[in-house]
């Protein structure tokens, strides 16, 4: 396996430590030694928070992250292609739909963490480069005595093309970021669009620098997923938003029974099938599974300092879109 996300792991490690301590001073015991009674019990009981979830199985937080990153570099390469089959190409209305609701406005500055192969960064830049050439067309138009030399030049500066917004996408998986950097090359991204390879709960950004934060899919693999709602607060400059796509709890009892019949029969044959991985969309079924209800995650998104937090269910709860504000 590649590194994974070296300093990622060494952070983590060090996150738990660093934590430890911070409870220790809160309770007034920075000076107590490991070997009384009290701080031995401490220190158990922190070892026993210590442990999380993948998927199902508990494992221990400092397992979770390797664990994750064999998942998305096992799945990269198929990625793409298994979301449409899985879904059928549901995934992409769940996508549009999220672009639809965040409504960029020309200029903005978007982050978008555990991006992956692009699908979210890409929706954007064709939102934003469609809506800059609307006004540039109606700004031309009431320009009538323009050189068709201005004009051209009006549609030649890619750069500009955006209207200043740029995105960055932001993932801890260098295999996901390399299938994303060939997609935009096939396709023609290149303005506008940046690839960084970091962690959700330790992003590589000054504080106060994005008008949107975006994350698809991506937060239920997190180990920490306030530490990571913390961190989308402090990159994001007051007033700018968080927006957050990710699977939900189904509110429908039959279509919950047809969720699961598809989910736990379906989905890992065709993981197997297709990817030839039938472990790693077993993971994806039971994370699914274990990740907070709407009410429960609109709720961490609170605990990190966000206002006016909504959400939106889609597909009867399959997944939901929450939002909230930096004020
Ligand atoms: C390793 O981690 C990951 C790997 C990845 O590749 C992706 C992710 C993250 C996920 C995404 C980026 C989104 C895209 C991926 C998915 C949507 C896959 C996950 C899918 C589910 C958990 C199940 C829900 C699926 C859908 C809503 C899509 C629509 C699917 C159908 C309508 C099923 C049609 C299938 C058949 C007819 C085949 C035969 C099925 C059976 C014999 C089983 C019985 C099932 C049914 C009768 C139908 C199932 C009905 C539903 C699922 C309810 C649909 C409800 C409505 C349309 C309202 C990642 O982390
Ligand atoms: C299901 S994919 C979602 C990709 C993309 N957002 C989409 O909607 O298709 C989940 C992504 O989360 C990334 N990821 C998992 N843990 C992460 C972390 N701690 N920090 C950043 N990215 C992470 C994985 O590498 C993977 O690319």
Redesign the pocket.
Known sequence: MAAPGSCALWSCCGRGWSRAMRGCQLLGLRSSWPGDPLSARLLSQEKRAAETHFGFETVSEEEKGGKVYQ??ES?AKK?DV??DM???G??RV?KDLLLWKMRPLPGTQLLDVAGGTGDIAFRFLNYVQSQHQRKQKRQLRAQQNLSWEEIAKEYQNEEDSLGGSRVVVCDINKEMLKVGKQKALAQGYRAGLAWVLGDAEELPFDDDKFDIYTI??GI??VTHIDQALQEAHRVLKPGGRFLCLE?SQVNNPL?SR??D???F???PVLGEVIAGDWK??Q???E??RRFPSQEEFKEMIEDAGFHKVTYESL??G?VAIHSGFKL
Do not use: D, E, G
């Open positions: 998942v998305f799945v990625y298994m979301n899985m879904s059928l549901i995934h769940w698809a899919f239920r693999n699977f279509i047809l969720y019949l598809y989910s029969q379906v989905i790693s969309y993971y994806l079924v994370s699914i597909t009867s399959i």
